[in-house]
């Protein structure tokens, strides 16, 4: 698929927990070295959420921070898509529903003081890893059905990608504990003429393209074996016992990591030239790859020597952003947003630049957006004191938002039928 360049991203938001699992203390679990672990993954340490940092959670929280960016609120959104498989949560109904429910909609606190309800449709593109891309390009052919089948030229969607890993994966699984993490992104996507009446919020320049240049996704369904997860409940027979040691164990998530590693290789390297031929542009055009932060041996196949042998704690010796996979670990759906946040908020984006942003993951799916930025650029920060400073945001915070979220469980609990 291809865009005009008159559609882009407008505001970013992420979260990912505050808590930090390192290898030394997931090396005593898997009986291993530390640094076996990072031979392996090339990660260091990984967000693990606590009870109140829920996918719903966090997914709101990012959303949040990305209208805030745009200079929205919530009851001027006109769609939700999220990237969210809610694994170990609700089942039913999606997950975007709940993040809706969070952000305070549909019964809305205006400017002015009354309520407004805004019961803009919100459903989940669910693709793994690949959701935000998925979610990226349901958002794109909205605001396309708005403006030719509407004659609405204003549409603003929220995208939410993300997942809480934790909840499926087996700690004594080496390959899936050393790897999977937790967190969420998010971006409004909307036209930028119509953004650009919002002051601060776009520099559009109408001499080159600019926003969304291409987006290319694709899916494997016969490799569905090699990453997958059953729910937790399975239900065959009517007479079957439940709670079985099997069915335990089918809860977990499980991978082929030698056979995910050779597919992801090569379905990355073939969706980021699919994508930046459909974008125009070559490698020496492109300012920041900000790929899926999957294992830091996989990039460096796809990326070879633009990755330094050594990766610090800076991000600014490569324009191969890798920090998030060695710092944060790998966060499933919502590895890309958040790495897009990151470079936004800490001033490392400008006007003009160009961005490629590719992903693989569970189905197998895989895909590959080209960006070419449009928003002013941020006050530059150290990058050591901007995660400083991110790990210290307390406004909005989970515990709100997580009370919020009892109240809808204890509502479901409450519905007549057996538990």
């Known amino acids: 698929m291809k865009a005009n360049g008159a559609i882009g991203i407008t505001g970013t938001g992420s979260y990912v927990p505050r808590t930090r699992l390192t290898n030394e203390q997931l090396a005593s679990v898997l009986d291993t070295e530390a640094e076996a672990i990072y031979r392996v993954t090339g990660i260091e340490q990984r967000r693990v959420r606590d009870e109140r940092e829920n996918i719903y959670v966090m997914g709101a929280l990012a959303g949040l921070r990305a209208l805030e960016d745009a200079r929205l609120r919530p009851d001027q959104i006109d769609a939700i898509y999220c990237g969210i498989d809610p694994i170990g949560e609700v089942s039913v109904p999606a997950a975007a529903n709940l993040v809706q429910y969070l952000m305070g909609m549909p019964l809305l ?43 609405k030229r204003d549409t ?126 070559r490698d020496e055009d492109i300012d920041h790859y900000l790929p899926h932060q999957a294992n830091l041996q996989i990039l460096r196949k796809v990326f070879g020597d633009a990755i330094p042998k050594q990766v610090h704690r800076q991000v600014d010796g490569s324009k191969v952003y890798t920090w998030g996979v060695v710092w944060e670990g790998n966060c499933s759906a919502g590895t890309l947003f958040i790495a897009l946040d990151q470079y936004n908020r800490s001033g490392r984006l400008s006007p ?68």
């Open 156 to 281: 603003k969607v929220l995208v939410v990608a993300g997942d809480s890993m934790s909840n499926v994966v087996n700690w004594r699984d080496r390959e899936t504990a050393m790897v999977f993490a937790d967190g969420a992104g998010a971006v409004v996507v909307e036209g930028l003429e119509a953004a650009s009446s919002r002051e601060g919020v776009v520099a559009f320049d109408t001499s080159r393209p600019m926003g969304i240049l291409s987006i290319d996704v694709a899916s494997d369904g016969d490799k569905a074996d090699l990453l997958h997860q059953f729910s937790q409940k399975r239900v065959t027979q009517p007479a079957e016992p439940s709670g079985s040691e099997d069915v335990a164990k089918r809860h977990f998530v499980h991978m082929k990591g030698a056979e995910v590693y050779r597919h992801a290789v090569r379905r990355l390297t073939a969706s980021l030239k699919a994508a930046m031929e459909q974008a125009g542009v």
């Open 352 to 419: 003009g630049m160009t961005l490629a942003m590719p992903t693989f993951g569970a189905g197998l799916a895989w895909g590959t957006a080209v960006v070419r930025w449009h928003k002013p650029a941020k006050p530059r920060t150290d990058w050591e004191t901007f995660q400083a400073n991110r790990d210290r945001e307390k406004d909005p915070g989970p515990e709100a938002l997580y009370a919020q979220y009892l109240d809808m469980v204890s509502r479901m609990e409450a519905a007549p039928g057996p538990r």
């Open 109 to 151: 606190q205006t400017k002015e003081g009354g309520k407004a309800p805004n019961y803009c449709p919100s459903c989940d593109v669910v693709a793994g890893c690949c959701g935000p891309l998925f979610a990226l390009e349901a958002a794109v052919g909205r605001i396309l059905t708005d403006r030719h089948l509407r004659n």
